[in-house]
């Protein structure tokens, strides 16, 4: 994949500005952002018919009349050209007659639009100048995208290329031909269609010639300038997300979890019966990958649906497109940023009635201090930042902080209140990952909470009370949330273990393995698990249940596999929890012990051997040659 090969991170580029598309903004079209919630062409009697153009247009990825990029894009005749392409969207069983005209000076190859059944479709040539036409019948419900590229490989195989002077202008499907895509939705005969279909692109430059920098968006806009999505309490939300773009990502939901009803790869997708149904905070996308996901807001408040992957959520990625001599233009705009660029939405959801707390709970409040401080640099090890838990009155020492965090350990139904001391020299925010909490406790800063009271920033000597009562029990994060790589990468995160009323977190049988990153650059700094690239050995009792809590908490360490091996095979563990959701009997399976883990999941397993063994658990990051080990011996 193209994101895995770039070994460069996107933070030392914050003052390069984009590739405008001065002198020919005047004599092209602009490209309108597309919501995706009026579908293009016409649907008659049982037949569907759509013409499309593919041209160059200019495309303003932030603010209207800012800073742009030439791009090829999808047009109905007659119609502005949008980014994404007009949406396709009919019932199963429709017939679809396309024709496309190739605008364009070179040969284009189109894609995804034919029935999806079984066997893969040919992409379709369309020389320069030519008019091409597509007739088939839309037989297989499910998400789809069409899409228009110069080169013959598919995404999947242009992802494994190696990048060479070869790319086409504008350096092909990367810049230039970037936005060339669109949505195509099947749905099932006789439904209506209540859902919000969100498509990814991401425009890179540079690949060839450095300094490399790219720019993401949803449905044609990026942070701080995508849509703003309205809910209320009690409404249940439908979204289709579609990622065509170069690019795997991580999508993170803050404060809620969501049912994940499909998972496809842009030509197949696969619909999850109901007991099959996976629950989660954050679903990986593959480069081409789609899927449908279902929830519903209990809480009012600000939240944000984002990519978790660093290089796809900082400010960096808005300044890209900010020249700095006009940072000062998009300061009122930038107010609401909360330090975020690229691939975010904003969520507004409204009270339904009275105000209800999240849970109650009977049981005393727990108080707790999480102290953020710095770790002094030694011999073995360089500058960190850290968080220290405190509970009640304990007296406070001068103790370097532990990195990765202690466990923050916490009672289903109980709650916690902990007061967050800010030790550090600069300005920080912590986010409790995959919690069911309020808004306003949510961590995100300039954001979070509602109207007047708005989540702060968390000063130097400063302090910040979140109040939570876990409504579930299971493996969950604490970790910045402010907008700076160096702090997630110097040590700030840790895990947040909650358990059932009754129950005592016990660090023997209870293993928590957290996956992170030794720096901001994943060319220099390596990949550690609990703190260390060189994890010591551990030992554990034959006939013991142990309890596995993986976290992946890295950079862009996206599709990371993990596996306990015996003689180099996979033994078995039995699958508990994702994301902190347990899961139901039909999906806690015995299975072979391999699983991927992106960045903002969780995983839990359960493993016992029954007599003494060699393991070694590794730990395989998505870049070339990036592993980790640990032994494990069963006595």
Known sequence: MIHRLLTAVLVPFIALGAVANEGSANTVPIAQANDNRVVGGQLERGLFTIQLELLQATWYPEQDGGPSFPVYVFAEPGKAPQIPGPLIRVPQGTEVHASIHNSLPV????????????ASSEPLRIAAGQTAEVRF???????????????KESLREVGSLTITDDLPMGEGPFGIESQLVGGF??????????????????????????????TPAING???????????????????????????????HLHGFFFQVNSLGDGEHDRLYAPDETPHAVT???IPGGTTSLTWKPDRAGNWILHCHMIAHMLSQESLTSHPPEQASEHAAHDADSAGMGGLVLGINVSPAGERLPLTSSTAPTRHLRLLVRERPASRFSPLGMGYLIQEGDAKETSDPPPIPGAPLVLTRGETAEIQVVNQLHEVTAVHWHGIELESYYDGVPGWGGEAPQITPPIPPGGTFLAR???PRAGTFIYHTHWHDVGQLTSGLYGPIIVV?????????????????????????????????????????????????????IGTNDSDTKISLLADSKPVSWRALAKDGWTLPDAQATLRPAQQSITVGETYDFEFASEHPDKLVLEVTGPFLGVKLSQLITVR
């Open 107 to 118: 040969t284009m190859y189109l894609r995804g639009l034919h029935s999806h059944e079984a």
């Open 500 to 552: 059932e009323p009754g129950q005592k977190f016990d660090p023997d049988v209870d293993k928590v393995f957290l996956i992170g990153r030794a720096g901001p650059d994943e060319s220099v700094h390596p990949m550690v698990l609990n703190g260390s690239p060189q994890p010591g050995p551990l030992v554990l009792k034959a006939g013991t249940r142990y309890r596995f809590r993986f976290i992946n």
């Open 137 to 151: 019948s839309a037989t297989t419900v499910g998400t789809y995208y069409y899409s228009a590229r110069s080169m």
């Open 185 to 214: 939705i099947v749905d099932p005969p006789g439904s209506v269609p209540d859902d919000r279909v969100f498509i990814i692109t991401l425009w890179m430059g540079g690949i060839i010639t450095p300094p490399f920098r790219e």
């Open 468 to 470: 939570m009562t876990p």
């Open 283 to 285: 679903q990986y996308l």
């Open 221 to 251: 806009k990026s942070w701080p300038y995508t849509e703003r999505l309205s809910l209320k309490v009690g409404d249940t939300a439908h979204w289709r997300i579609l990622n065509p773009s170069m690019s795997d990502h991580a999508m």
